[in-house]
C-alpha cells in the first residue's frame, strides 16, 4: 500500500533518521534489536576470510539486518554502489571483493555516518573506495555506471521507494545486479497514519 507523504512527513522522516543515525556513529549500544558490530556479521555468515582483514573498530561499527553478499558474486574489476553505506563495513568488503582493478563507492544521507566512513577508510590499506552525500532517490550518476549495487536496512526507511528503486535500475549496467537485505512489515500496518509516520524509523 502506497503511503502519500507530505512535505512535513518527509522532513519528520528524514530529521529523525539523521538525529538516529547520528547517534549510531558514536555507538551502537540499545538502538537495534538485532546483533550489530562483529556479532552481527557472525551471525550473519560473513565470509570469514575477508572479515579478517579489518581492524575490529571498523567491524565494531557494523549495522547491517542481512548479508547481501550471499545473493551472489562480486568479480574482481567490477564497480558496485553501496546505498546507505553507513559507516562502511559493506563497502570496504565489496572493495576487497573487486580488488585495485575494481571500485567500491559509497552513499549516505547522514554527515556523521560519512565522517565515521571516512574515519574507518583511513584505517585500512584501500585505494578503491570513494564516500559521498547523496539521497538514494537521486543518485548522482549517470546511466549504467555500476555492475553491482548493494544496500542493507536501508531501502526500509525510504520515504519514496519506487523511486529510489528505479534510479538504482538507472544506474546500473545492462545485467547489473541489485543485491539488497532489509526489512519488511509482516503484520499490518498502523491505521494512523500519524503513527506510522513516527514510527517509521524504529
Known sequence: MEIKLSAEDRKCIEESIRQKYARVSESLDGLFRYPTGQAGIKALKYDPKIIQNLPETI?????GVGNPFSLGPIHE????????????????????????????????????????????LRQTPLHNVT??????????FP??????????????????KGKASRDAFRV??????????DQVLTGKLPEDPRERIESWFR
Open 59 to 63: 567491524l565494531a561499527s557494523y549495522c
Open 77 to 120: 574489476g567490477e564497480t558496485v554502489l553501496d546505498i546507505g553505506c553507513g559507516g562502511g563495513v559493506d563497502t570496504f568488503i565489496a572493495a576487497m571483493m573487486v580488488g585495485p582493478t575494481g571500485r567500491a563507492h559509497g552513499i549516505d544521507t547522514v554527515p556523521e555516518m560519512l565522517k565515521r566512513a571516512e574515519e574507518n
Open 131 to 140: 564516500f559521498q552525500d547523496a539521497s538514494a532517490e537521486a543518485l548522482p
Open 143 to 160: 546511466d549504467e555506471n555500476f555492475d553491482v549495487i548493494i544496500s542493507n536496512g536501508v531501502f526500509n526507511l525510504i520515504p519514496d
Open 172 to 181: 546500473l549496467k545492462p545485467k547489473g545486479r541489485l543485491m539488497i537485505a
